[in-house]
């Protein structure tokens, strides 16, 4: 892209600029953490580095990421439910609920099938 491969990072700054680019690294990020419907992405000690670019900025992590999976919620409705159908325990229906990912249908087969 660039002659030699190398370009002098004030010509970097100077061509952002015309181009109306700005960058800025975010200093002392101590975590940032990524919520997400299966889980949560943890990055400790990330480099970020914003981007703001026609009005809109946007956000560049580099480092490490650990992912932190959600843990399964089993409302007590189901686990009532599980336990009417099949005469479990409370505790026997949510392990059944756990172990089939909170399907109903699934935990009451597992459990009238022993």
Do not use: C
């Amino acid at each position: 892209m660039f002659p030699g491969g190398k370009i002098n990072p004030k010509k970097m700054k100077q061509m952002m600029k015309q181009l109306g680019m700005e960058m800025e690294t975010i200093e002392d990020v101590h975590r940032v953490v990524i919520e997400t419907g299966t889980g949560t992405y943890v990055f400790d000690g990330a480099e970020v580095v914003a981007t703001i670019m026609q009005g809109v900025t946007t956000y560049q992590i580099t480092g490490e990421a650990r992912f932190e999976p959600a843990a399964l919620e089993i409302p007590e409705d189901d686990v009532r439910l599980v336990m009417e159908q099949t005469g479990a325990s409370a505790e026997a229906a949510r392990e059944a609920l756990k172990a089939t990912g909170g399907d109903i249908a699934g935990a009451i087969l597992r459990l009238t099938a022993a």
